[in-house]
């Protein structure tokens, strides 16, 4: 498993954006596949966007696409979530998680997690 702290959050009018960032700790980042979730308040934590350890996939949920981008650096042994024209639906903890040499988009598919950075967008 991986250590993983999140940064970034923060209250944002809607139609701003926001940076996200996930710091892993250890030698084998690279092989993990790594995701971002959210827990919407009063809500399950739902999925919102990975990208394969090998690099050369990402996917999103239907809800972001177009808005959000994931992209990893391996030599910094970071993720980062690119939030752009955010709504107030997108107000949540958001969450990284790594899944080594897998892959997925089930939080049940991804064993490391970090502690959740709170996003707040107002209207």
């Known amino acids: 498993q991986v250590h993983l702290v999140e940064s970034g959050g923060g209250l944002v009018q809607a139609g701003g954006s926001l940076r996200l960032s996930c710091v892993a700790s250890?030698?084998?980042?690279?092989?993990?596949?790594m995701a971002w979730f959210r827990q919407p308040p009063g809500k399950e934590r739902e999925f919102v966007a990975g990208?394969?350890?090998?690099?050369?996939?990402?996917y999103y949920a239907d809800s972001v696409k177009g808005r959000f981008t994931i992209s990893r650096d391996n030599a910094q042994n970071t993720v980062y979530l690119q939030m752009n024209s955010l709504k107030p639906e997108d107000t949540a903890v958001y969450y990284c998680a790594g899944n080594r040499w897998g892959t997925g988009s089930s939080a049940v598919d991804f064993g490391s997690w970090g502690q959740g950075t709170q996003v707040t967008v107002s209207s």
């Open positions: 250890g030698r084998t980042f690279s092989s993990y596949t």
């Open positions: 990208r394969s350890w090998s690099g050369g996939r990402t």
